[in-house]
């Protein structure tokens, strides 16, 4: 129970091989936090202390009550950008920004609120929803995306913030000639550096990211940093999140409300990729109820620390991951390290170029691009393929919150597709005595009194049209006037399914037969157990097995028939 309350005692006690990783890696992550929060918080529309504000507080919190071990909570662009899209349509940051930060603050808590409140309700299982084919393409197209955004620092250009892919491409290609070469030299340093590290020089190789940002600080600072247009951090403002209780008075929640409930959910689904993400790679377990309920605390107790809305970055758990960190000690490491910069070391901090860190930030999005699996889903299935690439086109091309819905739906309608036609098929008995699909095997025999046919799927709204019309074709044709459906491959039965069963009993006990059931599992028969049409069928027309069923109808069977019968492939005909 203490474990399920407090799940951050999974993880402890540490082992000595995990925390020098974590260390190591949340070292990392507090150097790659700083430029990115001050970015992301402009983004939402808030001043820069605002995203150290953030990046201090939410992290370990996600962490502790969480259920991913790499994933770093955090402010990111699509979250920012619907921040800013829902808090502008009530005021303007440039007319009242003390009014601004006050809604960011409340707009927070009710996030947290809803997210909280369905982690409790367990709604966790959302996450399944989200398929194999839609993690992988938003991963890769998240990996691409990041990258993109970085170029900028890598080739010193002013790309406008925001731009989407197609701009960034059409921007650096009418700028080609205002490459800054310093800049670009210290990126690449940097990149080939980290690279080195890490495939070559493998005693040293988990600290590839950190020795490369330092040294890339260092060949910035000699080739002249500022001077020659290295652009760095810069001041960091040196204050601690200040306590302050959300004004939640009735106007703000109504108002807000709303968008708090959509953000509440793009983000749980946007952590829920990542964690999934990550885990394909770590082979950890991810518990979604567990991880709407971190995510839930991180940002309903961050909002009293003055921090706006969070959910999982993939940036940052791309750079933690590649880190090398083994449990969420690293997210608390990487926040107290944010503590240490803000206190004592603001004056060192402001030397690190962003070259370097962007040049790093593009090698973790560059391995968020899983080329193997991509690989096995273009040769395994058309329609996990196109998933894949509506998913990974719609988060370069649009929203990230429209990519992911998109690839969703996407497969939900190949879901249904496949499901929406089971496969019916008409049995007979072959000369070894066992029953097999007649297109398998022309030489089976059937029964010309007694129709066999065997259904493998469900019997729900979507399937009982194709379901129906093979069942038109046998009426149609055949002379049969009982039918004994073979039920074990059937996976549920619905309302409209069980309707529908009702209806073609009737038409068969109009012909002078009846419709028998063999094999049906218990959780096909709910629904009609539940709705009383189990009585209308007839409990004496369920069997346990084929066997049996067949001993039975044998005896409702015209025997003038039987006598003159050729085949009289069951045994109870070469009996009689």
Not at 492 to 517: M, N, P, T
């Amino acid at each position: 129970m203490l474990n399920k309350i407090f799940p951050f005692l999974n993880w402890l006690p540490l082992t000595k091989k995990t925390w020098r990783y974590d260390i190591v890696s949340g070292l990392t992550s507090t150097v790659i936090t700083i430029p990115q929060a001050i970015a992301f918080a402009l983004i939402a529309g808030l001043p820069p202390v605002y995203g150290l504000y953030t990046a201090i507080v939410t992290p370990p919190i996600a962490a502790l009550f969480g259920s991913s071990y790499q994933m770093i909570t955090g402010s990111t662009t699509a979250i920012s950008i619907l921040i800013y899209a829902t808090l502008s349509n009530f005021i303007n940051p440039a007319n009242n920004i003390e009014a601004y930060i006050s809604l960011s603050i409340v707009l927070a808590f009710l996030v947290g609120f809803f997210q909280l409140i369905m982690g409790l309700l367990r709604m966790g299982k959302l996450v399944n929803f989200v398929s194999h084919s839609v993690i992988i393409g938003f991963t890769g197209g998240a990996g691409i995306l990041i990258a993109f955004k970085q170029l900028k620092n890598v080739f010193g250009l002013a790309i406008p913030q925001g731009s989407p892919v197609f701009d960034i491409i059409k921007y650096l290609v009418s700028h080609i000639f205002e490459i800054n070469w310093y800049v670009f030299t210290v990126a690449m340093a940097t990149l080939l550096l980290a690279l080195l590290i890490k495939y070559g020089i493998k005693p040293i190789s988990r600290y590839h990211m950190l020795i490369a940002i330092i040294a890339g600080s260092f060949l910035a600072i000699y080739l002249g940093a500022n001077q020659v247009g290295i652009k760095t951090v810069g001041d960091i403002p040196s204050h601690l999140p200040p306590f302050r209780l959300p004004d939640l008075s009735y106007s703000n929640i109504k108002k807000l409300s709303s968008g708090a409930f959509i953000l509440a959910l793009f983000g749980l689904v946007e952590a829920a990729a990542i964690g999934k993400s990550i885990a394909l790679k770590t082979h950890q377990h991810i518990n979604g109820n567990q991880e709407f309920i971190g995510q839930g605390l991180s940002n309903l107790i961050g909002s009293f620390f003055s921090c706006y809305t969070v959910s999982g970055s993939f940036t940052r758990s791309a750079v933690n991951m590649q880190a090398g960190a083994k449990t969420p000690l690293s997210a608390i490491i990487a926040s107290a390290g944010l503590v240490v910069v803000l206190l004592v070391g603001t004056s060192y901090a402001s030397y690190l170029p962003k070259a370097a860190m962007g040049a790093v930030i593009i090698l973790a999005g560059y391995n968020l691009i899983d080329f193997h699996q991509i690989k096995q889903i273009l040769k395994s299935s058309k329609r996990e393929s196109v998933v894949l690439f509506i998913t990974l086109i719609g988060t370069l091309f649009f929203d990230l919150e429209f990519a992911l819905l998109a690839g969703i739906i996407a497969s939900f309608f190949f879901y249904m597709e496949r499901t929406s036609k089971p496969n019916v098929a008409t049995m007979g008995l072959n000369k070894s005595g066992f029953f097999i699909n007649l297109l398998r095997d022309t030489s089976a025999k059937e029964c010309p009194q007694l129709k066999i046919v065997r259904i493998d799927g469900s019997i729900y709204f979507g399937a009982i049209e194709t379901i129906s019309n093979y069942f038109d074709k046998i009426d149609d044709k055949e002379d049969n006037k009982h039918l004994l459906i073979i039920a074990d491959g059937i996976n549920f039965i619905d309302l409209a399914g069980a309707e529908w069963l009702i209806h073609q009993v009737q038409r068969w006990r109009q012909k002078g037969g009846a419709i028998y059931f063999t094999g049906m599992k218990l959780i096909s028969q709910d629904v009609i157990i539940k709705g009383g049409f189990y009585d209308k069928i007839g409990a004496e027309n369920f069997f346990k097995d084929k066997n049996s069923a067949i001993k039975s109808i044998y005896k409702k069977l015209n025997a003038t028939v039987c006598n003159s019968c050729k085949a009289k492939i069951f045994s109870e005909c070469k009996n009689s």
